[in-house]
C-alpha cells in the first residue's frame, strides 16, 4: 500500500508585501498630507497605483498566494483589492491575495513580529514593500536561495540589490551604504547604511581569500527569507526596520546565521519611497525601462484603455486635447482628462478626470484624479492630490505637495517646499477646536488650503520648529546622493534660472513632442551631431539633456514666438529630469543657440550672419542664464569644445564674441579672465585683436576716470 515514506506536499511560492512605507524605524511621512488618510501604496502612478506595480512583479515571479499586510487606513485598499482582479472571489485570478489588519503596529519590525506570532509562515518567502516597482524576476532567486542554504544551514536570507554607478539619479540621498562580500560565495560580511564620509573596515575581512566592496549598490527592498528571520525579529524586539536587523545578524556573535547577497546588473527595481524616487520611478515607466510592466498593460482587461503614442507619450480612451495645447515627451493623460486650449504638458502624470484650464503650463508635475486646474495656472515639479482645486492664475514652485479635498484662493503662489492640507492641523490641546475651526474658516493658501508642518516632539521653541521645517524639504522630498565631485557646481547657483539644488531625475531617450491637430516633422539638420556627442565620450545624460533644450528652442522658432519665460520653463525641467550641473545647462544651451537651423557649409560671411540671427533671436534666453554667479564663464568655458565639434566656428568665434559682447550677454572682465587663461592656440590667435581691442578700451576707461577725478 505504501512505502512508508512521509509524503511531502509541494512546497507553495509566498510573498508578503508590507503596505505601509517606513522608514528609519516609524512610519514614513515623506508624501504627508497625501498619506495622512491612505497609505503609500495608494499613489498613482501612470493610471495604477503603486500596489499594482508591486503585485504584477510577483505575479510575472510566480508567486502562488500573497499577504499584504496593513496598518492604518487600510480600507481604501481593502476597497480597491475588492474591485479588482486580485480579489480572491475574482475567478481568474493570478494568485490569491488576503489581507492581515494590524492598527496596532508601528514599524517594519512589529509586523514582522505579529506575523511571526500568527504563525502563518513555515517556508521560504519573499518579502517586499508596497511601493516597490520592478520588472525582476524573483522566482529564479528563491531558487537560487534554496539551493543557497543547502550548501550553508546558517543561511537564512538573500538580500537583492541593483547596480547604481556614480552619477545613477536612483542613489537618493541617505539609501548610501557600504556593502562587503566574500567573492566567491557572496556572503555578506560587513554592512554599513550611513551617510558618513568615511568606513572603517574590521579587521576579520582580510581573513578572507577575496573581498568585495560595493558602494554603489541600490536597496531595492526585496529579501529572500527563511520563517527564521521572523523569529530573529520576535527575539530582538527592540529592533525596528531591516538595516538593523542586517548588522545585528553581521556584528552579533550570539546570532548564528549568514546573509547573502544578489545583485542584480539588467532589470529595475525601486522603491517609490520619497516624492523625488517617485517622481523618478514615473518617468523610468513611461520610458519601458519596467517592461512588461507598462502603462498599457492591464490585468485582465481591468481598467481603461491607454494608447502609446510617440515620444512616450500615453494616451487614456475617453480624454480630451484641444487644439493649441503641446503635449511634450513623458506624459501620461488619464481617463475623462480634459485640457484646454493653449496648454503645455511636459513630463507630468494626469490622472483620471483631471481638468486643466487654457493658458496653464504643467511641468514635471504628477496631478490625480478629479483636479481642477484653471486658466493660466502654472505648476513646477510639485505633486497635486485627488479633488483639488487650483483657480485661475496660481503659482505653485518645485517641491510642494498638495493634499486631497484642498481648494486654493485665485492667484495664489505657492512658495518651493510647502505642503498643503485641506483641514488645520489639531495641536492637539486646544478644547475648543471645534469652535476655532468656525471662526478660522480659511487657510493661509485659500477657504481650504493650510500650511501643513509635521510636528516633531522634539522640538520645543518656535526657533527650533522654523529650523525643522527650513531643513525638513529635502530631507521630505528626497534628493540625489552626489559625492563632493560630482555635486561641485551645485553651489554656482544664483536665482531661479539655473538653480541647481542637487535633485534630478534620469530617463531614456525623450526625441521630440506631441502637438495635437499637427503633423509631427521627424528629423532635423541639428539632430546628426548629437551622436557624436556620446561617441566622444560625452555623458548620456548631457546628450539627452541638449537634445531636449535643441528641442526647446526649435519648437520656439517654429511658432514665431519665443517667449522667454516659458523657454527657462522647460529648459529647467529637463535639467531636472537629466541631473545636469548649471555648466552643463549654459553650455548646452549657447550651442544650441549658435548652431540651430545651422547650414555649417555656408561660408564664413554667411555662417556669422545666421548666428548673429540666432543670438538677437534668443538675447534674452542667453542673458538670463549669463546672471548666475559663473554664467558668462560657463559660456566661454564651453568655446574649445564647440570649435572642436564644429570646426567652421573658428573663422568666425572673434566677431561671435563680439556681437554677445555688444548685445551685453557676455561682459569684458569675463572674455577677459577667459582669454587669459585660453590654452588653445588657434584659438587665442583668433580672438587676439578683439581682445587687444577690449583691453584697450578698458585702459582708455581707466584714463578718462583718472582725468576725471584730477
Same mark, same amino acid.
Given at each position: 500500500?505504501?512505502?512508508?515514506?512521509?509524503?511531502?506536499?509541494?512546497?507553495?511560492?509566498?510573498? #508578503?508585501?508590507?503596505?505601509?512605507?517606513?522608514? &528609519?524605524?516609524?512610519?514614513?511621512? =515623506?508624501?504627508?498630507?497625501?498619506?495622512?488618510?491612505?497609505?503609500?501604496?495608494?499613489?498613482?502612478?501612470?493610471?495604477?497605483?503603486?500596489?499594482?506595480?508591486?503585485?504584477?512583479?510577483?505575479?510575472?515571479?510566480?508567486?502562488?498566494?500573497?499577504?499584504?499586510?496593513?496598518?492604518?487606513?487600510?480600507?481604501?485598499?481593502?476597497?480597491?483589492?475588492?474591485?479588482?482582479?486580485?480579489?480572491?472571489?475574482?475567478?481568474?485570478?493570478?494568485?490569491?491575495?488576503?489581507?492581515?489588519?494590524?492598527?496596532?503596529?508601528?514599524?517594519?519590525?512589529?509586523?514582522?513580529?505579529?506575523?511571526?506570532?500568527?504563525?502563518?509562515?513555515?517556508?521560504?518567502?519573499?518579502?517586499?514593500?508596497?511601493?516597490?516597482?520592478?520588472?525582476?524576476?524573483?522566482?529564479p532567486l528563491l531558487a537560487k536561495h534554496k539551493?543557497?542554504?543547502?550548501?550553508?544551514?546558517?543561511?537564512?536570507?538573500?538580500?537583492?540589490?541593483?547596480?547604481?554607478?556614480?552619477?545613477?539619479?536612483?542613489?537618493?540621498?541617505?539609501?548610501?551604504?557600504?556593502?562587503?562580500?566574500?567573492?566567491?560565495?557572496?556572503?555578506?560580511?560587513?554592512?554599513?547604511?550611513?551617510?558618513?564620509?568615511?568606513?572603517?573596515?574590521?579587521?576579520?575581512?582580510?581573513?578572507?581569500?577575496?573581498?568585495?566592496?560595493?558602494?554603489?549598490?541600490?536597496?531595492?527592498?526585496?529579501?529572500?527569507?527563511?520563517?527564521?528571520?521572523?523569529?530573529?525579529?520576535?527575539?530582538?524586539?527592540?529592533?525596528?526596520?531591516?538595516?538593523?536587523?542586517?548588522?545585528?545578524?553581521?556584528?552579533?556573535?550570539?546570532?548564528?546565521?549568514?546573509?547573502?547577497?544578489?545583485?542584480?546588473?539588467?532589470?529595475?527595481?525601486?522603491?517609490?519611497?520619497?516624492?523625488?524616487?517617485?517622481?523618478?520611478?514615473?518617468?523610468? $515607466?513611461?520610458?519601458?525601462?519596467?517592461?512588461?510592466?507598462?502603462?498599457?498593460?492591464?490585468?485582465?482587461?481591468?481598467?481603461?484603455?491607454?494608447?502609446?503614442?510617440?515620444?512616450?507619450?500615453? &494616451?487614456?480612451?475617453?480624454?480630451?486635447?484641444?487644439?493649441?495645447?503641446?503635449?511634450?515627451?513623458?506624459?501620461?493623460?488619464? @481617463?475623462?482628462?480634459?485640457?484646454?486650449?493653449?496648454?503645455?504638458?511636459?513630463k507630468s502624470n494626469l490622472e483620471s478626470g483631471?481638468?486643466?484650464?487654457?493658458?496653464?503650463?504643467?511641468?514635471?508635475?504628477?496631478?490625480?484624479?478629479?483636479?481642477?486646474?484653471?486658466?493660466?495656472?502654472?505648476?513646477?515639479?510639485?505633486?497635486?492630490?485627488?479633488?483639488?482645486?487650483?483657480?485661475?492664475?496660481?503659482?505653485?514652485?518645485?517641491?510642494?505637495?498638495?493634499? @486631497?479635498?484642498?481648494?486654493?484662493?485665485?492667484?495664489?503662489?505657492?512658495?518651493?517646499?510647502?505642503? #498643503?492640507?485641506?483641514?488645520?492641523?489639531?495641536?492637539?490641546?486646544?478644547?475648543?477646536?471645534?469652535?476655532?475651526?468656525?471662526?478660522? +474658516?480659511?487657510?493661509?493658501?485659500?477657504?481650504? +488650503?493650510?500650511?501643513?508642518?509635521?510636528?516633531?516632539?522634539?522640538?520645543?521653541?518656535?526657533?527650533?520648529?522654523?529650523?525643522?521645517?527650513?531643513?525638513?524639504?529635502?530631507?521630505?522630498?528626497?534628493?540625489?546622493?552626489?559625492?563632493?565631485?560630482?555635486?561641485?557646481?551645485? !553651489?554656482?547657483?544664483?536665482?531661479?534660472?539655473?538653480?541647481?539644488?542637487?535633485?534630478?531625475?534620469?530617463?531614456?531617450?525623450?526625441?521630440?513632442?506631441?502637438?495635437?491637430?499637427?503633423?509631427?516633422?521627424?528629423?532635423?539638420?541639428?539632430?546628426?551631431?548629437?551622436?557624436? %556627442?556620446?561617441?566622444?565620450?560625452?555623458?548620456?545624460? $548631457?546628450?539627452?539633456?541638449?537634445?531636449?533644450?535643441?528641442?526647446?528652442?526649435?519648437?520656439?522658432?517654429?511658432?514665431?514666438?519665443?517667449?522667454? %519665460?516659458?523657454?527657462?520653463?522647460?529648459?529647467?525641467? !529637463?535639467? @531636472?529630469?537629466?541631473?545636469?550641473?548649471?555648466?552643463?545647462?549654459?553650455?548646452?544651451?549657447?550651442? =544650441? $543657440?549658435?548652431?540651430?537651423?545651422?547650414?555649417?557649409?555656408?561660408?564664413?560671411?554667411?555662417?556669422?550672419?545666421? $548666428?548673429?540671427?540666432?543670438?538677437?533671436?534668443?538675447?534674452?534666453?542667453?542673458?538670463?542664464?549669463?546672471?548666475?554667479?559663473?554664467?558668462?564663464?560657463?559660456?566661454?568655458?564651453?568655446?574649445?569644445?564647440?570649435?572642436?565639434?564644429?570646426?567652421?566656428?573658428?573663422?568666425?568665434?572673434?566677431?561671435?564674441? @563680439?556681437?554677445?559682447?555688444?548685445?551685453?550677454?557676455?561682459?569684458?572682465?569675463?572674455?577677459?579672465?577667459?582669454?587669459?587663461?585660453?590654452?588653445?592656440?588657434?584659438?587665442? &590667435?583668433?580672438?587676439?585683436?578683439?581682445?587687444?581691442?577690449?583691453?584697450?578700451?578698458?585702459?582708455?576707461?581707466?584714463?578718462?576716470?583718472?582725468?576725471?577725478?584730477?
Open positions: 500500500m505504501g512505502t512508508g515514506k512521509e509524503m511531502k506536499g509541494e512546497e507553495v511560492m509566498q510573498a #508578503i508585501v508590507i503596505a505601509d512605507s517606513f522608514q &528609519k524605524g516609524s512610519f514614513n511621512t =515623506s508624501f504627508a498630507p497625501l498619506t495622512n488618510d491612505e497609505p503609500a501604496c495608494m499613489l498613482p502612478l501612470a493610471g495604477k497605483p503603486l500596489l499594482e506595480y508591486t503585485l504584477q512583479c510577483l505575479a510575472m515571479s510566480g508567486v502562488q498566494d500573497a499577504i499584504i499586510y496593513l496598518t492604518t487606513n487600510s480600507s481604501k485598499v481593502k476597497s480597491w483589492l475588492k474591485g479588482s482582479p486580485w480579489d480572491p472571489s475574482f475567478p481568474a485570478a493570478p494568485f490569491p491575495v488576503h489581507t492581515i489588519v494590524n492598527e496596532d503596529c508601528r514599524s517594519f519590525g512589529d509586523a514582522l513580529r505579529d506575523l511571526h506570532d500568527k504563525g502563518i509562515i513555515r517556508h521560504n518567502f519573499i518579502l517586499v514593500t508596497g511601493d516597490l516597482v520592478s520588472n525582476l524576476n524573483l522566482g539551493a543557497t542554504a543547502a550548501k550553508d544551514k546558517k543561511a537564512i536570507m538573500t538580500s537583492v540589490y541593483s547596480k547604481g554607478y556614480q552619477g545613477n539619479p536612483l542613489r537618493s540621498k541617505g539609501s548610501e551604504m557600504v556593502l562587503a562580500v566574500d567573492r566567491s560565495s557572496q556572503e555578506v560580511l560587513y554592512y554599513q547604511k550611513a551617510e558618513t564620509k568615511s568606513t572603517l573596515l574590521p579587521i576579520d575581512l582580510f581573513q578572507h581569500d577575496e573581498v568585495d566592496v560595493h558602494f554603489d549598490l541600490l536597496d531595492s527592498g526585496i529579501y529572500i527569507c527563511s520563517p527564521i528571520v521572523l523569529a530573529l525579529f520576535a527575539d530582538n524586539f527592540d529592533i525596528q526596520d531591516m538595516d538593523r536587523m542586517i548588522n545585528e545578524i553581521i556584528e552579533s556573535e550570539l546570532i548564528d546565521s549568514t546573509i547573502y547577497i544578489h545583485t542584480s546588473t539588467s532589470e529595475f527595481s525601486c522603491r517609490a519611497m520619497n516624492p523625488y524616487l517617485y517622481n523618478l520611478v514615473y518617468e523610468k $515607466v513611461l520610458n519601458r525601462w519596467v517592461y512588461p510592466v507598462v502603462p498599457e498593460s492591464r490585468i485582465l482587461h481591468n481598467g481603461a484603455k491607454v494608447c502609446l503614442l510617440q515620444n512616450s507619450v500615453y &494616451k487614456s480612451a475617453g480624454s480630451r486635447v484641444a487644439k493649441g495645447t503641446a503635449i511634450h515627451a513623458n506624459t501620461f493623460i488619464g @481617463h475623462g482628462v480634459n485640457i484646454n486650449d493653449d496648454c503645455s504638458v511636459m483631471v481638468t486643466i484650464g487654457a493658458g496653464s503650463s504643467i511641468a514635471g508635475s504628477i496631478v490625480m484624479k478629479n483636479t481642477k486646474i484653471g486658466k493660466n495656472c502654472n505648476l513646477t515639479n510639485c505633486i497635486v492630490g485627488e479633488n483639488v482645486v487650483l483657480p485661475d492664475n496660481c503659482q505653485v514652485k518645485d517641491k510642494v505637495v498638495i493634499g @486631497h479635498n484642498a481648494v486654493l484662493k485665485t492667484g495664489s503662489c505657492v512658495p518651493s517646499g510647502t505642503r #498643503i492640507s485641506s483641514a488645520k492641523v489639531s495641536d492637539g490641546f486646544s478644547d475648543d477646536e471645534e469652535e476655532e475651526a468656525g471662526e478660522e +474658516a480659511e487657510g493661509e493658501f485659500g477657504p481650504c +488650503a493650510f500650511n501643513y508642518v509635521e510636528e516633531n516632539p522634539d522640538f520645543d521653541s518656535d526657533e527650533e520648529i522654523e529650523a525643522q521645517a527650513g531643513c525638513a524639504v529635502l530631507n521630505t522630498w528626497g534628493q540625489v546622493y552626489t559625492t563632493d565631485n560630482e555635486g561641485s557646481d551645485s !553651489s554656482e547657483s544664483d536665482g531661479e534660472v539655473g538653480d541647481d539644488d542637487g535633485d534630478s531625475w534620469a530617463e531614456d531617450d525623450h526625441k521630440g513632442d506631441l502637438d495635437p491637430g499637427s503633423d509631427m516633422e521627424e528629423g532635423d539638420n541639428n539632430m546628426d551631431y548629437l551622436q557624436d %556627442d556620446e561617441d566622444e565620450g560625452e555623458h548620456h545624460d $548631457v546628450v539627452n539633456f541638449k537634445r531636449e533644450v535643441l528641442e526647446s528652442l526649435q519648437r520656439a522658432d517654429g511658432e514665431g514666438k519665443i517667449v522667454t %519665460d516659458n523657454l527657462v520653463l522647460e529648459i529647467n525641467s !529637463s535639467k @531636472h529630469a537629466w541631473n545636469t550641473t548649471l555648466c552643463e545647462v549654459n553650455q548646452c544651451v549657447l550651442e =544650441s $543657440v549658435l548652431t540651430l537651423n545651422l547650414d555649417l557649409d555656408l561660408s564664413p560671411g554667411k555662417l556669422l550672419a545666421a $548666428v548673429k540671427v540666432n543670438l538677437d533671436k534668443f538675447r534674452q534666453l542667453l542673458i538670463k542664464y549669463s546672471q548666475s554667479k559663473s554664467g558668462q564663464d560657463y559660456y566661454l568655458s564651453s568655446v574649445p569644445e564647440l570649435i572642436k565639434r564644429f570646426p567652421q566656428f573658428l573663422d568666425v568665434i572673434a566677431k561671435v564674441l @563680439h556681437h554677445m559682447y555688444e548685445v551685453d550677454i557676455l561682459g569684458e572682465d569675463a572674455i577677459l579672465k577667459w582669454a587669459n587663461k585660453l590654452q588653445d592656440g588657434n584659438i587665442a &590667435k583668433k580672438v587676439k585683436s578683439f581682445v587687444d581691442w577690449l583691453e584697450e578700451a578698458e585702459s582708455s576707461d581707466e584714463d578718462e576716470s583718472s582725468q576725471d577725478e584730477d
